[in-house]
Nanobody, 119 residues
Framework: QVQLVESGGGFVQAGGSLRLSCVDS????????MGWFRQAPGKEREFVAR????????FYAESVKGRFTISKDNAKNTVYLQIDNLKPEDTAVYLC????????????WGQGTQVTVSS
């Protein structure tokens, strides 16, 4: 059973950094990739980044390229999101997700971790 648990959010000033973590307790057998989405108040959930578990290939939203870095630790079944040079517009709940196949839907979601950036 896949269970995703995020951590690492917090309150930070603009220009600061955070590293978010997401542990998947379900094992790798059913995992194709893991990713991060975010949802700001009053806005739709948006894709941030994802990483293909077997190859390590990464994909990013254009809006975060150069500031966000997704990585993984196979031994810990953990995916990370390093966020540098935080901006107030990065304020959102960041959600970890995973899917079982390349063209499948993201069906597993964590509860999210809040990131708040002050100007």
């Amino acid at each position: 059973q896949v269970q995703l648990v995020e951590s690492g959010g917090g309150f930070v000033q603009a220009g600061g950094s955070l590293r978010l973590s997401c542990v998947d307790s379900g094992g790798t057998a059913s995992r194709y990739d893991m990713g991060w989405f975010r949802q700001a108040p009053g806005k739709e959930r948006e894709f941030v980044a994802r990483i293909v578990w077997s190859s390590g290939t990464t994909f990013y939203a254009e809006s975060v390229k150069g500031r966000f870095t997704i990585s993984k630790d196979n031994a810990k079944n953990t995916v990370y999101l390093q966020i540098d040079n935080l901006k107030p517009e990065d304020t959102a709940v960041y959600l970890c997700t995973s899917k079982s196949s390349r063209f499948g839907q993201y069906t597993y979601w964590g509860q999210g971790t809040q990131v708040t950036v002050s100007s």
